[in-house]
């Protein structure tokens, strides 16, 4: 005789009663100088992702960042004693960028104007009649930004000294290194630029309470009767950072198709013994921009970099462990991949036409119900952010 089910049951309001209830200004959802003031208090300053070593494997290897936010065009590369390093991508000459491709593997980097060469460490090697100049080699190094590695994940730090990435991570680090992002040797990856706040843009990707209306095909299996806005079984607060654990329908509506993909991948994630994790449900929110989902046969990873007060560009993942080892394998890939794009397809114009309904100033605040208390939190991070660094006078 089969057990019940247990019946679902919502967070309470109790649980995240510290959050507040009152309404969000709106104001920081599309104004100027209110983003001004979020590039310097928190995107200049925090860590923020960037890539996976994944990306960089040999000796030579390297990247081209393009980051609007902070005006900078960085070069992340492995060098030759193995270390990977994020410079600005920019010849201490007069200030040429380097390299245009957005990624490859040189054992230098020279400069198209005068042909300064500098090595992958950063140090300038040669440059022409270098006799000419008031300065040392020693000095037109290129100019380095903080970078370091969990998980895998690179982040890098405009910040003159941040803190060591580990304690920014507080108690997450440890849970990121068991996921199978740690072991990732390749991705699936599609870049987006879109109409809209950093903040909105990835509110979207925090709340479930839209699931039913726009995604009442695709996000069908997710929703049941008693838990018809599949909202998950609960919420984490990490600092800065946040969780939540997500519901697994005990009877979910699956379609033919989706049956055949996510069992393919499912059974190649057993496979390779990537599934049974303590976090295989968890869904990690780190502050500012970045978020990835426990789960091992859709991996997925998700970054908003803001671009302006209105714009935003999302970068997505979905992180794979070792090559594809068959045909079905290769196929559940791909129908994770085409799932992700299908899903996010259905959310573009509605994150679109909030922005414009922002923009346009009719409403002086928002409101965030009880199951989108991860929104409210990450608006609560960023005004904390914003005004701790204007009560630094800097601002």
């Known amino acids: 005789m089969t057990a019940p089910a247990t019946a679902f049951a919502r967070v309470a309001d109790e649980e995240v009663a510290f959050l507040g209830t009152d309404p969000i200004p709106a104001a920081p959802y599309h104004d100027p100088d209110w983003y001004a003031a979020e590039r310097q208090a928190i995107f200049l300053k925090d860590w923020i992702q960037i890539g996976h070593i994944c990306e960089l494997p040999a000796a030579g290897n390297f990247l081209r960042r ?25 010849c201490t000459h007069r200030g040429t960028q380097l390299v245009e491709e957005a990624q490859g593997k040189a054992a230098t980097f020279s400069c198209p104007y005068h042909r300064w060469t500098f090595g992958t460490d950063g140090a300038l090697i040669s440059a022409p009649d270098f006799e000419q100049f008031h300065v040392s080699k020693a000095d037109c190094t290129l100019p380095q930004v903080a970078l370091a590695v969990c998980a895998g ?13 580990r304690d920014w991570l507080g108690d997450l680090a440890e849970r990121l290194e068991a996921l199978p992002v ?3 040797t390749q991705f699936s990856e599609y870049v987006y630029d879109i109409d809209a706040n950093w903040k909105l843009t990835y509110d979207n ?7 039913r209306f726009i995604h009442p095909r695709t996000g069908l299996a997710t929703l049941s009767p008693d838990n018809p806005f599949g909202y998950p079984l609960r919420y ?21 198709m989706q049956a055949v993909g996510f069992g393919r991948g499912y059974a190649a994630a057993m496979a390779r013994a990537l599934v049974g994790g303590d976090h295989d449900r968890d869904y990690f929110a780190l502050f500012p921009n970045f978020f990835l989902l426990g789960t091992p046969a859709q991996h997925f990873s998700h970054v908003v970099y803001p671009v302006s007060a209105t714009r935003s560009r999302g970068v997505i993942r979905i992180y794979w462990v070792g090559d594809d080892s068959s045909a079905s394998e290769r196929f559940a890939r791909e129908h994770a991949m085409a799932t992700a794009r299908d899903i996010h397809a259905e959310d573009r114009a509605v994150i679109e036409a909030g922005q414009r309904g922002l923009s346009s100033g009719a409403l002086t605040h928002i409101h965030f119900q009880t199951q989108e208390a991860l ?5 609560k991070g960023v005004r904390d952010a914003v005004e701790a660094w204007r009560a630094e006078g800097v601002a």
Not at 153 to 165: G, K, R
Not at 375 to 379: K, N, S
Request: a positive charge; charged letters at 20%.
């Open 205 to 211: 990707f925090q709340e479930n309470y839209h699931l």
């Open 236 to 256: 984490g607060f990490h600092g800065q950072h946040r969780t939540q654990t997500i519901w697994s329908n005990p009877q979910p509506q699956v379609k033919p």
């Open 66 to 90: 393009d980051l609007e936010f902070a005006k900078a065009s960085l070069l992340i590369v492995r060098a030759r004693d193995g270390v990977i390093r994020a410079f600005h991508n920019v």
């Open 153 to 165: 994940l690179i982040f890098v730090s405009f910040a003159p000294d941040p803190p060591p990435l």
């Open 182 to 184: 740690a072991r990732a």
């Open 375 to 379: 929104c409210r939190h990450l608006y």
